[in-house]
């Protein structure tokens, strides 16, 4: 399955989904041009001689897209589902104020990371010799990233940051501020349940170590990081990072199938 395929199932999706019900009105104009536009550019250029720089851009830019897209279709916060996601946070025993600050900031920084470590998977690739693995390590990528997205439509949610009375300590790290200035500027301000960093920093490991597997060890800590790094700074709950993580290697496996 090409990352083409699924990057045009995914908008055709979101497409159908837009005309489907009239509380994702908002949605329908952008997404039913993005799909056309998609669908337009894909007819006339499948056939065309692609360079590497383009395997490693378009992808990277589709994803944002579907990103950026997927949050048109927010509607209302479902609080009861919001409720059982805090009370599943609170029986684990999670406490992110009472976390030691050095370990805290360590994962603020794995936060920041998450924003490079799908485009370095692929150019890690592409320097290791194996440009040939850039398309299938998108496929597995853009897979993970939008079925976590596609669910946004059904399970509307805010993150925790946000209903949350947090601990002064938790904001108190350049790291952080920094962390919440990207995303109070460059997020959908709603929550994607799966989580899509835990998916796509998870899937972007999988799928580098499927080839490199020196490297890949290091995507899998960075990975691992992240996921708890969304938990830890209350940028998802549990549920979102484990299912994103399970999503990734559901992905990595159906792909390797086929």
């Not at 499948?46 to 927010?74: D, K």
């Not at 609170?90 to 924003?115: H, K, M, Q, T, W």
């Not at 485009?119 to 993970?144: E, M, N, Q, Y």
Request: hydrophobic share 55%; glycine share 6%; charged share 10%.
């Amino acid at each position: 399955m090409s990352w083409e395929s699924i990057a045009l199932g995914y908008v055709t999706y979101l497409a159908v989904v837009a005309v489907s019900a009239r509380r994702f009105r908002r949605a329908r104009g952008p997404t039913l041009a993005i799909a056309f536009a998609a669908w337009t550019v894909w007819a006339m250029t499948r056939h065309a001689p692609r360079s590497l720089s383009i395997e490693i851009l378009v992808p990277a830019a589709c994803l944002l897209a579907g990103y950026w897209l997927s949050g048109l279709f927010f509607v209302a916060a479902m609080t009861r589902v919001e409720r059982w996601l805090l009370r599943v946070d609170e029986r684990i025993g999670f406490s992110r104020g009472n976390c030691p600050r050095l370990l805290r900031d360590y994962f603020e920084l794995a936060y920041v990371l998450v924003y490079a470590v799908v485009p370095a998977g692929a150019i890690t690739l592409a320097i290791g010799g194996h440009a040939d693995a850039v398309p299938r390590f998108w496929s597995v990528v853009l897979l993970a990233e939008f079925v976590s997205y596609a669910m946004l439509p059904w399970v509307q949610t805010r993150p925790p940051r946000a209903i949350e009375a947090l601990p002064a300590v938790v904001s108190s790290s350049s790291l952080r501020r920094f962390n919440l200035a990207v995303l109070g500027r460059a997020s959908i301000q709603v929550n994607t349940l799966p989580s899509g960093h835990a998916a796509g920093a998870m899937a972007t490991a999988l799928a580098v170590t499927s080839v490199m597997p020196a490297a890949g060890v290091v995507f899998l800590v960075l990975a691992i990081s992240i996921a708890v790094a969304t938990v830890m700074g209350r940028y998802h709950y549990v549920v979102d990072s484990v299912l994103g993580i399970v999503v990734a290697i559901g992905g990595w496996v159906l792909l390797g199938l086929t």
